[in-house]
């Protein structure tokens, strides 16, 4: 393991972040393959709306479901909402490899509260990708163009096969 004066190098954190976090995922023969649109977006009702390299738009109605006692949207579902469109943008920047793309990290500030029954409107964007590591931020915003939450993420690059 690499080391600078009793710390770590990043690369040495990123190697064994990696190897850590595919411990589980590389056991599996063969890789599974991934379902379009994944469950969890069912779940959320979330519906693309644009799509480019490195980038995607999702949208989502702030249903009664997802309501908490202070009766706006729940911050977790608004993360969950941010966390698939980041993730989808990462998919889209990598063109014609085949990845799964895990988030090392998810970090998100809510800004204002999200009404229920407001349309919630999602991009995220790549902010810089290479072969195993992507940089990734997306925002938040209801049908009145308020900014609800933004939010930030590493996400590593995994290759997987079929």
Not at 51 to 58: L, S
Not at 143 to 148: L, V
Request: hydrophobic share 40%; glycine share 8%; net charge negative.
């Amino acid at each position: 393991m690499a080391e600078t004066g009793g710390y770590m190098t990043t690369e040495a954190v990123l190697d064994a972040t990696f190897v850590a976090m595919t411990q589980g995922i590389t056991d599996q023969k063969p890789f599974p393959v991934p379902q379009v649109p994944p469950p969890c977006d069912l779940t959320l009702g979330l519906s693309l709306m644009e799509k480019d390299v490195g980038r995607c738009v999702w949208k989502m109605e702030g249903d009664e479901r997802f309501s908490n006692p202070a009766g706006v949207v729940q911050g977790g579902f608004i993360a969950a909402m941010i966390d698939s469109a980041m993730g989808a943008a990462v998919i889209t920047s990598v063109e014609s490899r085949k990845i799964f793309a895990t988030n090392t990290d998810l970090n998100v500030r809510f800004l204002k509260p999200a009404r229920i029954g407001k349309e919630l409107r999602c991009e995220a964007k790549v902010i810089s990708s290479g072969k195993t590591v992507a940089f990734v931020e997306a925002m938040v915003l209801d049908e009145d163009e308020r900014m609800i939450a933004t939010g930030s993420s590493t996400y590593l690059l995994i290759e997987r096969s079929g």
